[in-house]
């Protein structure tokens, strides 16, 4: 999953040839890796004795390494873009995004190949990864439950039908049983067992009374709420089409039911102006690499097998 959704992502961060450079590829999904190995590292040390050993525990080498590398493949996407400019050459469409940050902070002096590279990585980090958990569960979830399969094969081969055979967006947007589906997915195994995690700044008082003092963190049990009865039916029983059947029954407001929409009873992807922008390009990564295997494969568990458990690190699933 990692390996195609870096594959995916870098055609849309860098370039056109980023997707066929097995370095970048291999880089952005595994530098993650590198830099927690590093963090735990640290935590080990205090605070006050970290900026002077950082450099010393495991994982520094290696995370130095991995950026030397992504340096200098970001230096010559930029300069192929500069060179494009200056030829008169009309850039690949679709844009990426590295295009447009470069012409928003031109050059490639240190100081600016660093952000560049800042960017791109904590971008990666952000979207490879837990794009990658959504999209494991959902194969977890059609493992597990192979009914659902036949249905949502045959909504796919319709729409494709419909749009002469484009996986577009808006053909992936018509698919509403698998996006019920990924929905569902993302309801019950969140990659977050919190999120909205908040400092607040200054003492609050609430409308009924509670202190919050400066300093305090918030965050919302996003697990918890995602299974609390007093929102869904059946709350902690995995339902496919349970958002399908909202989206069926709400005439009015069928929209807050897509797997992209965001509720106080729905924060995977946050809430409010602060919800993840990328959701919608993690819409499509997802949807078209579950239509792609469904198409060509069938999936489900061995026979007495059941669904594979959650594994929890700190806050994540």
Request: glycine share 6%; hydrophobic share 40%.
């Amino acid at each position: 999953m990692l390996r195609m959704l870096g594959i995916l992502t870098a055609r849309v961060m860098i370039d056109s040839d980023a997707p066929h450079n097995e370095t970048w590829v291999t880089l952005t999904t595994k530098y993650l890796h590198a830099g927690v190995t590093h963090a735990h590292a640290l935590k080990f040390w205090h605070p006050m004795l970290r900026p002077l050993v950082h450099r010393f525990v495991p994982g520094y080498a290696e995370v130095q390494r991995q950026l030397n590398l992504e340096r200098s493949i970001v230096v010559d996407a930029i300069r192929k873009v500069e060179e494009r400019e200056e030829n008169g050459v009309p850039e690949p469409q679709p844009t990426s995004v590295l295009y447009h940050m470069s012409r928003k902070a031109p050059g490639t002096s240190s100081a600016v190949i660093d952000m560049h590279l800042k960017e791109q990585l904590n971008l990666a980090v952000g979207r490879i990864h837990t794009t990658s958990a959504v999209l494991t569960q959902t194969l977890f979830e059609l493992s597990a439950h192979p009914t659902y399969v036949p249905e949502l094969r045959k909504e796919i081969i319709h729409t494709l039908v419909k749009f002469d055979g484009e996986f577009s967006k808006a053909a992936l947007w018509d698919m509403h049983k698998l996006d019920s589906f990924i929905r569902e997915t993302h309801r019950l195994s969140s990659p977050n067992l919190t999120t909205l995690q908040r400092r607040v700044t200054q003492d609050v008082t609430l409308s009924d009374g509670t202190f919050i003092p400066s300093g305090t963190k918030l965050e919302f049990p996003t697990f918890a709420i995602h299974r609390d009865s007093e929102f869904f039916d059946n709350a902690a029983e995995f339902d496919g089409f349970t958002f399908l059947k909202l989206r069926q029954e709400d005439d009015k407001d069928g929209g807050k039911h897509h797997y992209v929409s965001t509720r106080k009873d729905m924060l995977g992807w946050g809430l409010g102006k602060t919800a993840c922008p990328g959701r919608f390009l993690a819409d499509i990564e997802i949807k078209l690499i579950v239509a792609f295997i469904l198409m060509n494969y069938d999936i489900k568990n061995p026979d007495g097998q059941g669904r594979h458990s959650h594994v929890r690190f700190e806050n994540q699933v």
